[in-house]
């Protein structure tokens, strides 16, 4: 399996990917809007044998500044639980460290994400109108969050996402 930067000739099998693991368009349609609006920053492919068998993407954050939100995280069906998205995540926390990133926001399963060092204590001091304890933050530098507070803003796709 590789991991790589998505292309523009992975854009229909990422939809397809983000359609099945989550087993609605909304996710998928989301994805296309983050690449259309220039929000997208990083978004990675897992490919087994020339097929494209998972994705991630991280966008910018309207606020707080030079933060990113992870999601959404998609594992064809057949291929999850094996550690697929878990690649894909490390890989694109590693390339927001290297790029000066101050910080990755997300909505998880909690033992999902802690593994990774994401932990809803983070997010504490942010406001947004997701549910806690499943709003977490990262700090990819330690203290890069420090004396920053109120809303996190996601980029205008998201608004659309139920």
Not at 135 to 140: G, I, R, V
Request: proline share 5%; hydrophobic share 45%.
């Amino acid at each position: 399996m590789e991991t790589r930067d998505e292309t523009r000739e992975d854009v229909a099998a990422v939809e397809r990917v983000v359609a099945a693991a989550f087993g609605r368009a909304a996710e998928a349609a989301l994805v296309a809007a983050l690449r259309r609006s220039g929000d997208a920053v990083i978004s990675l492919v897992a490919e087994d044998n020339g097929e494209i068998v998972g994705h991630v993407m991280f966008s910018r954050l309207q606020a707080p500044e030079r933060c990113l939100a992870l999601a959404p995280v998609s594992v064809t069906p057949g291929r999850q639980n094996q550690g697929l998205g878990s690649t894909l995540i490390r890989e694109g926390l590693a390339r927001a460290r290297r790029d000066g990133w101050r910080a990755v926001f997300l909505v998880g399963e909690p033992r999902f994400y802690e593994r990774f060092g994401f932990a809803a204590a983070s997010a504490e001091k942010f406001d947004t109108i997701y549910p806690k304890p499943y709003f977490m933050a990262l700090e990819l530098a330690p203290g890069s969050l420090g004396g920053c507070a109120g809303a996190v803003i996601y980029a205008a796709p998201f608004q659309g996402l139920e």
